[in-house]
């Protein structure tokens, strides 16, 4: 990690709080884990039922942090009016995590070589910090993962299964994912790549649509994922995600 420079303002974040009430509101959102199934699970589907399709087991490790990554997180202080911060316990970021890929921890995926790389949600592999505009219900999240591969296996990954069926308990949920042939700007030596997602799940008058736009970097083995999410059909708030991610970012790279 580089030094340190001056004018930053890097404050010993403080410990989690209780959300306040308007966070506890996102249910389906971020903290449920419901987010696949929050259509399916008040439906009736049609159709004969159909055997889940295989996950693919993987060889590859999640990584661990040598320090305490909540650390680096962006302070919710520092999050951007409307946005009301607040950094997730570790038991809530095992769920909030997951529903960012779109694939919750248990799915089976199809094609079968689509599953989400293997994550540590433990504090010494995973952090995050959300920051919710109550009145649109959109939310930008900050979340910190210690990883053991680049981001340039992570963007290969994501070539590589743009469209995935997600399945758990019986109900499918279709994952679309397309990256952006642009990187976002970011210092020397800081690896960057963008792509857009939404998640799709349901029947009829219970489709839920989750719609995400995601700018991520890495820098050594930290990898930052911000991303603005909503279940509306406005544009995402592309200037907001644009100076957390490169707040983010920065907080990181100086350590």
Not at 125 to 141: C, L, P, Q, Y
Not at 218 to 244: C, E, H, I, K, N
Request: proline share 11%; hydrophobic share 40%; charged share 20%.
């Amino acid at each position: 990690m580089a030094t340190h420079s001056a004018g930053d303002d890097v404050r010993t974040p403080r410990r989690p709080r209780t959300p306040p009430v308007p966070f506890r509101r996102l249910g389906a959102t971020v903290i449920g884990g419901a987010l696949l199934l929050a259509a399916g699970c008040s439906s009736t589907v049609d159709g004969t039922p159909q055997p889940e399709p295989a996950a693919l087991a993987t060889t590859d490790e999640a990584g661990t942090a040598g320090w305490p990554l909540a650390e680096l997180l962006l302070p919710p202080e520092q999050f951007p009016e409307p946005y009301d911060a607040v950094v997730l316990p570790p038991q809530a970021v095992a769920q909030a995590a997951p529903d960012l890929t779109g694939v919750p921890e248990g799915a089976k995926v199809d094609p079968p070589g689509c599953l989400p790389p293997p994550q540590n949600y433990g504090p010494d592999g995973t952090a995050m910090v959300v920051g919710t505009d109550n009145d649109s219900r959109a939310t930008i999240s900050v979340e910190l993962v210690a990883v053991t591969d680049d981001l340039a296996a992570y963007r290969d990954r994501l070539v590589e299964c743009p469209v995935v069926a997600a399945t758990r308990r019986g109900v499918t949920a279709t994952v679309t994912t397309t990256v952006d042939p642009s990187a976002p700007p970011a210092a020397a030596g800081v690896a960057t790549l963008a792509f857009t997602r939404t998640v799709r799940s349901g029947e009829g008058r219970e489709v839920v649509t989750q719609s995400m736009t995601s700018r991520i970097a890495q820098v050594d083995d930290v990898r930052v994922l911000v991303t603005y999410m909503s279940f509306g059909a406005g544009p995402a708030d592309t200037a907001t995600l644009g100076r957390v991610f490169e707040a983010s970012v920065e907080r990181v790279r100086v350590g």
